[in-house]
Nanobody
């Protein structure tokens, strides 16, 4: 089993920054993709950014140029640096671990609220 522990959410004013962290532990398969998804009230969960174990990244168009995803493979931790936050970035942010072999896992979610 793989466990994901997220941290770093909170309340911030528009234009501010937050940094999310997600630490994975347990039976981790080294070749994997980790990422962040978010869900706003009344909306479906959507992809924010993902990063492979080799360092390749992909972003939602809505966050390109503002958010940066990175990872520390030695610590099995993925980060999401969020700058120039907008009220529409508000939602619950979920960490995801998706290995080439094995089952995908989700974190418990962390709330990000951006006030206007």
């Amino acid at each position: 089993q793989v466990q994901l522990v997220e941290s770093g959410g909170g309340l911030v004013q528009a234009g501010g920054s937050l940094r999310l962290s997600c630490e994975a532990s347990g039976s981790i398969f080294s070749i994997n993709v980790m990422g962040w998804f978010r869900q706003a009230p009344g909306k479906q969960r959507e992809l924010v950014a993902v990063i492979s174990s080799g360092g390749s990244t992909s972003y939602a168009d809505s966050v390109k140029g503002r958010f940066t995803i990175s990872r520390d493979n030695a610590k099995m931790t993925v980060y999401l640096q969020m700058n120039s936050l907008k009220p529409e970035d508000t939602g619950v942010y979920y960490c995801n671990y998706n290995p080439v072999r094995g089952n995908s896992r989700w974190g418990q979610g962390t709330q990000v609220t951006v006030s206007s």
